[in-house]
């Protein structure tokens, strides 16, 4: 589960770890009005305004309705103009940015519509940093990932200067030992009281990162500030789906204005369903099968309109909300079912294609792939229950049999 | 031979809901030896299982089962007691990683975690808890380990193998059975088919498989299936090409799959332009990894791996 930059920063507050003044609003009235407070608090005139959508470039992003507008805005007018000239700047551009479309390299050709923007205090920076916390796979452990390149790709900086990455392995029993965190201040070419506040901070952000099951922290740029403070500038987290039972906090922060309705519903219903940009939606039984089925599809020649697993052990109401979800994205011109029965019973599946076809109605082709328990009977199932099924021996052939029906 | 498991395989189960006792109920009617429970509050109790084995009408062997499992509170009572030197873990996911550790901690030889959705930090120390000790971990979020005529410690459908020449590694499930499946179809049949799991954490990976399947002398050869995410099969890739006398055939699920997105595997996913199908599929090539072009054509990878 992914959050907003300001409520990644409001859990970093929360554990004495250094980020700007910053209020989040909802209307430009609000945003406005975090101005004056921002500026009397932070001594300093100048305030940002960002976009808070998830994905990443917000400060190279465009609005869609306003070209030439950035995601990230930094706002100069309280130097001279005083909090008013401020304020009345912040208002202007939360009216444009809010209800309007943002496009960035994250986001894709259709954006993301900006619901929030957070109004943040100014920072004189001296030095941009990037700091990660997250999950080294080949290890099995968690690292901590720093470079003295802030404010870029850190995979660009991986391929291009991967001598400029330092990485440090934490142990789980231990945390980051102080060593560790001193070993990255050295490299990082910090010294005296920076060098203190960035092992405090670093020791912090591991300990975030532990505390609240947090599969990715990327403070990107963190920064030094010209009074050699070290201080989280940007905020992106992400956490574990499956342990945000035991941080009920967290879990509550899930906006899900920010996620596709198909792939939410899917979830409540207990589906793994993910839209592509294909023509043929595909129902599997497992993950891999489902993945391998979308490369079957390509591989004939069809372009797969979804990823959905029903799981080992789905019912025949959720093969029906399977259907639904389907059936209700417009591009999909043909279904095809590829069911290899372990657990799953494949009268049990056919039982539900019958009702949910039934029950939802059906305008495009459908092939039917069963294998494996209770193979006969499940084929039984479909035959008699006279339905326009097309029926498949293989995978493969039923790829072949829906595209050339597509 | 064969790898992990066999006739003297001693299984206990520990997470006794309703998926386990199912489970608990198909390895016992597919011959496996299951020999006790574990249960924190259930101490003293007994399960009882009975019905159809699945070589029912087999010449020489029995047509139905009737067993009962005692129940322990803790897995050292029920290895002192049962002499077990397996287990397999249905526990849910909040207290599985902790069941893994006291399975390691009883000495038992192997642990097969079917759970899906074990936490990534709890998994984190359980694979640190185990390092220094000789339990194996297969999983979690996994189908399981089978020895086709031996022993079935999983949830994967026994009838599809037949014992045979080829070593199976998959992190998926039913495309682990789509494989399976296939080389029974086409003769080859399996020695051990081993389901390493989704998650981004396991306890075993292809390498570990890869190297007991080079030094079994019953397989002649290893079919590996992978799928996106992570470097496990650039790795395995390597060790095929170092170390790898018997021929290994592959497919890799997830060639169409959109970056960024995870496709329903906690760790099938692609991030930061890491664990695409297309640089998995190059680096097993390379080694000399004979690819399925499609899930259909696993069987005859690998009979094309073997000629």
Redesign the interface.
């Given at each position: 589960m992914k959050i907003h930059e300001y409520q990644a920063k409001e859990l970093m507050a929360a554990r004495a770890i250094p980020v700007p003044l910053g209020r989040m609003a909802t209307t430009a009235d609000d945003a406005a009005a975090a101005v004056r407070p921002l500026i009397e608090e932070s001594g300093n005139p100048v305030v940002v305004l960002k976009a808070q959508i998830h994905a990443g470039g917000r400060g190279k992003g465009t609005f869609e309705e306003h070209p030439g507008l950035r995601g990230v805005n930094v706002i100069v007018e309280g130097i001279e103009g005083g909090p008013e000239a401020a304020e009345a700047k912040v208002a202007d551009l939360a009216a444009k940015m809010l209800g309007s479309t943002l496009v960035t390299v994250?986001t894709g050709a259709e954006g993301k519509v900006v619901n929030r923007v957070y109004v943040e205090q100014g920072v004189d920076i001296a030095r941009e940093l990037y700091l990660a916390v997250l999950?080294d796979?080949?290890v099995?452990?968690?690292i901590v990932m720093a470079s003295t390149e802030g404010g870029m790709e850190?995979?660009k900086v991986?391929e291009e200067t991967p001598e400029k990455i330092l990485r440090q392995e934490i142990?789980?029993?231990i945390g980051l030992a102080d060593f560790q965190a001193h070993e990255l201040a050295v490299g990082l070419g910090m010294e005296g009281d920076t060098a203190k506040s960035f092992t405090r901070f670093v020791k912090a952000l591991d300990r975030a990162a532990?505390d609240l099951?947090t599969?990715l922290i990327e403070i990107n740029p963190l920064v030094v500030t010209s009074s050699g403070l070290v201080m989280a500038l940007d905020g992106k987290m992400a956490f574990?789906?499956?342990?945000l039972?035991?941080h009920p906090d967290v879990a509550a922060m899930r906006d899900e204005s920010e996620e596709d309705p198909a792939e939410l519903a899917a979830k409540e219903a207990g589906l793994?369903y993910?839209k592509?940009d294909g023509t043929i939606g595909c129902l599997?039984?497992?993950?891999?099968?489902?993945?391998?089925?979308?490369?079957?599809?390509?591989?004939v020649g069809g372009e797969?309109a979804n990823?959905l697993?029903v799981g080992?052990g789905a019912d025949e109401g959720q093969v029906t909300t399977a259907f639904q979800i389907i059936t209700k994205d417009p591009a999909v011109e043909g279904i095809f079912v590829n069911i290899?029965?372990?657990?799953m019973r494949c009268d049990v599946i056919a039982t539900g294609i019958v009702a949910a076809v039934k029950n939802v109605g059906l305008s495009v082709p459908l092939v039917v792939r069963l294998?494996?328990?209770n193979v006969e009977k499940g084929k039984e199932i479909i035959r008699q229950s006279g339905l326009d099924v097309v029926a498949a021996d293989?995978?493969?052939?039923g790829?072949e049999k829906i595209v050339e029906l597509v | 031979m064969s790898i992990l498991v066999g006739k003297d395989t001693r299984v206990l189960i520990q997470g006794l809901g309703k998926t386990g006792q199912f489970h608990t109920d198909k390895a016992i009617a597919y011959g496996t030896q299951m020999v006790g429970a574990v249960h924190p509050s259930r101490n003293g109790a007994v399960a009882h299982f009975e019905g159809e084995t699945d070589h029912s009408g087999v010449p020489g062997r029995d047509d139905t089962y009737s067993a009962d499992l005692p129940v322990f509170a803790t897995v050292k009572q029920a290895v002192a007691e049962t002499g077990a030197n397996a287990s397999v873990v249905y526990v849910p996911?909040?207290f599985a990683a902790d069941a893994i550790m006291e399975a390691a901690a009883a000495g038992l030889d192997l642990v097969v975690a079917i759970t899906e959705?074990?936490?990534?930090?709890?998994?984190?120390?359980a694979?640190?808890y185990l390092a220094d000790k000789p339990t194996r971990l297969i999983g979690p979020n996994c189908?399981g380990v089978i020895t086709p005529g031996e022993c079935k410690i999983g949830?994967?459908?026994g009838y599809?193998h037949e014992r045979g020449r080829i070593g199976v590694i998959?992190?998926?499930?039913?495309?682990?059975?789509?494989a399976v499946?296939q080389l029974t179809l086409n003769g080859l049949g399996q020695t051990t088919a081993v389901g390493i799991g989704?998650d981004?954490?396991n306890g075993t990976s292809f390498v570990d498989m890869l190297r007991m399947f080079e030094d079994d002398p019953e397989t002649e050869g290893v079919i590996m299936?992978g799928?996106?995410?992570?470097?496990?099969e650039e790795?395995a890739a390597e060790f095929v090409a170092s170390e790898m006398t018997k021929p290994v055939a592959g497919?890799i699920?997830?060639?169409?799959?959109?970056a960024?997105?995870r496709?329903?595997?906690?760790?099938?996913i692609v991030s930061?332009?890491k664990g695409t199908?297309a640089a998995k599929i190059e680096a097993m090539r390379a080694a000399g990894v004979v690819m399925a072009?499609?899930?259909?054509?696993m069987g005859e990878a690998m009979a094309r791996a073997l000629d």
């Open positions: 994250q999950l796979r080949a099995s452990r968690n850190i995979e991986a142990d789980p029993a532990t099951d599969e574990d789906d499956n342990a039972f035991r793994n993910i592509l599997v039984n497992g993950a891999g099968l489902a993945m391998a089925t979308m490369d079957t599809i390509k591989h797969p990823f697993d080992g290899f029965g372990g657990i294998e494996g328990t293989s995978l493969l052939d790829a | 996911p909040p959705g074990v936490p990534v930090a709890d998994m984190i120390k694979k640190r189908p949830i994967m459908p599809i998959s992190r998926s499930g039913t495309l682990t059975y789509e499946y989704g981004p954490v299936i799928e996106i995410g992570g470097t496990a790795e497919f699920a997830g060639t169409t799959a959109p960024g997105k496709m329903g595997h906690a760790g099938a930061g332009g199908a072009e499609t899930p259909t054509d």
